[in-house]
């Protein structure tokens, strides 16, 4: 005989049928079941029709399985069980016992964030290790073929492959030496009078939203360096006259450490939005999810939106 077609399986019943076989009659099934005779004996009917079998037939007083409910009874306990299982909330998250490794893409001008997020895991998981890869044109991409459990990046539509929330928002600020000879008389003439670093791994095309903004305004800042890392820019701006334009998050804590000063740009531009991405499919893990929001804490601390 072929299977019943699972389209009119009602699952209920199957439970039904598993405490039928194992009670043996119709009362004791209703008690444990907290059902009354009459419905399990309505369900009863409803599985021998499904099944095209008796299941269990009268052997005086009490109830004896059939051939097919003698198989059922031991094949139905573990297809109940692993029904459960599927269902089960996922196994919670234990940082303080997990040995795991998380891996975050990120521009190098979020690197501020990194210590808060590094101390916080630490503290709580003593386990667990963060790697962090450098954010690229196909992040979204290898985010998406699960490269990365996170990323980092400037706010832009979400997919159906990637889920994001907002981080917070840092203005666009310009950074030099204390003493820089353009603060004493902050303008946007002195601010395109001295030269400037620029950060990028590719040589510059003027059309970033800095430039672009000046161009409209008449003006045309001098690029005297191009670094490829952050990380480069701080000890040139503390020995040169050189300037520097960034998300103010950038410097949080390096330009202490340099002797640098800020200073508003002397025009207006939308802040720069971050996102914290994660993958629709596997982003609801726990593990994901707890190691997201120490990123979020991060981002609160160092004040996004400042």
Not at 5 to 11: E, Q, R, Y
Not at 84 to 91: K, R, W
Not at 119 to 129: D, F, H, N, Q, R
Request: net charge neutral; aromatic share 8%.
């Amino acid at each position: 005989m072929s299977a019943p077609s699972l389209s009119k399986i009602d699952l209920n019943l199957l439970v039904v049928l598993d405490v039928l076989l194992r009670e043996k009659s119709v009362g004791r099934a209703a008690d444990r079941l907290n059902l009354t005779s009459s419905a399990v004996s309505h369900a009863l009917k409803r599985l021998r029709i499904l099944f095209d079998n008796e299941l269990l037939v009268r052997d005086g007083r009490r109830m004896v399985p059939t051939a097919r409910g003698q198989s059922l009874s031991e094949t139905l306990p573990i297809l109940l069980a692993q029904v459960e299982s599927t269902l089960a909330e996922p196994v919670p998250f234990d940082p303080t016992t997990a040995e795991h490794t998380f891996r975050l893409a990120a521009p190098d001008f979020i690197s501020p964030l990194l210590p808060c997020v590094l101390k916080s895991i630490a503290a709580k998981a003593p386990g667990v290790s963060v790697r962090v890869f450098a954010f690229s044109p196909t992040a979204t991409l290898d985010m998406q073929t699960g490269r990365y459990d996170a990323l980092i990046a400037p706010s832009f539509r979400q997919t159906d492959d990637l889920r994001g929330i907002d981080l917070g928002a840092w203005p666009w600020v310009t950074f030099g030496r204390k003493d820089h000879p353009a603060f004493a008389d902050w303008s946007l003439e002195s601010w395109a009078r001295f030269p400037h670093v620029l950060v990028s791994a590719s040589p510059p095309s003027g059309r970033n939203p800095i430039d672009l903004t000046a161009s409209k305004l008449g003006v045309t800042r001098k690029i005297g360096a191009i670094v490829p890392h952050f990380s480069m820019a701080a000890p040139i701006l503390s020995g040169t006259d050189m300037l520097l334009v960034v998300p103010s998050v950038a410097m949080h804590d390096i330009a202490t450490v340099y002797g640098l000063a800020k200073r508003s740009l002397p025009f207006e531009i939308p802040s720069l939005s971050f996102s914290l991405f994660h993958s629709a499919t596997s982003g609801d893990d726990p593990a994901s999810r707890w190691f997201r929001s120490h990123i979020e804490d991060a981002a609160r601390t160092l004040g996004g939106s400042e």
